[in-house]
């Protein structure tokens, strides 16, 4: 049982209890497991969630995602995960290798070298798996 007096760990329980009425397999969830199940978001989801859903002139899920990617990076590339998700989501939405490369290494002036290595290597991993997948098709 998990310490009531920490309201984050009170917060972890009652969404663990949460996920398990929706889905008993949820019990044991975790963001590693969530890549496996679903590593990149249909299209339309991907656009409402990350598109232009505030204002039809904003900016397109490319650029939201590619600002998401920046973020991670400055965090100190810590979501191994979330940086996976997000560079499948952003090649989906029509970012290239460059840009994903780019974006990155924008944010080693920012987040240091070696937050930008490990968002780099994480990304890296990515393409790598795109790069198979298209040569085994």
């Known amino acids: 049982m998990t310490d ?18 929706m ?11 969530l890549e496996k199940l679903w ?7 991907m656009e409402m969630t990350f598109g232009k859903g505030i204002s039809k002139e904003g900016l397109d899920a490319k650029t939201r ?14 979501s191994d995960t979330q940086i996976r998700m ?6 989906e ?6 840009e994903i490369a780019e974006t990155i290494a924008q944010m080693a002036m920012f987040a240091g070298i070696p937050s ?6 994480f990304a890296q ?8 997948k298209d040569t085994q098709t």
């Open 4 to 21: 009531t007096s920490n309201p984050f760990a009170a917060m972890m329980a009652q969404a663990q209890e949460m996920a398990k009425s």
């Open 23 to 33: 889905n008993p397999a949820l019990e044991t969830f975790s963001p590693e497991g």
């Open 39 to 45: 590593p990149v978001l249909p299209k339309d989801i």
């Open 65 to 78: 995602l590619l600002l998401t990617l920046a973020g991670l990076t400055m965090l100190g590339a810590q």
């Open 86 to 91: 997000t560079v499948r989501h952003a090649l």
């Open 93 to 98: 939405a029509g970012a290239t290798k460059e």
């Open 116 to 121: 930008m290595h490990r968002a780099m290597d």
């Open 125 to 132: 991993e990515v393409l790598d798996e795109n790069d198979e």
